[in-house]
């Protein structure tokens, strides 16, 4: 385990126990006590650190907050040769309740340069379009 965790404001690296950050001297604790976890995630997905933003899309997928839709596919498009994390952005955006929100990143990443991402959020809407027809009744 490392001493060292990233400044949630400016992503500088602190140590475990600074309180004030000693780069933006941001209060650390209190800082993040006001803002939404949902937030604080979004932000994170700006982290210059790949682990960060992975931590961070794998929590947003699981949180399903619709909120998370349009920042998750600016961050694919913001490292577009970071295949493994759009990846995982396609996967976070699918984890989203059905919504235009939802619909509305994975077109944009339909423009993705990276031809696995660009396909797996082809897939995605593909499924999508088909849970949203209309089921006719049997018999
Ligand atoms: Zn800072």
Known sequence: MTNLRYCPVCFNEV????RICPFCKIDIPMW????PYTSRLIRALNNPHS???????LSLGKRGDIEAARPLADCALRWPTDVVQGLEIVR????????PERKGALDRLLFHPSRPVKSAAEKTLRGLSHSLRPKIPEG
């Open 15 to 18: 140590l475990q126990e600074d």
């Open 51 to 57: 682990e960060v933003r992975m931590g961070a899309i």
């Open 32 to 35: 993040s006590r006001s803002m």
């Open 92 to 99: 976070a955006i699918a984890l989203l309740p059905l919504s």
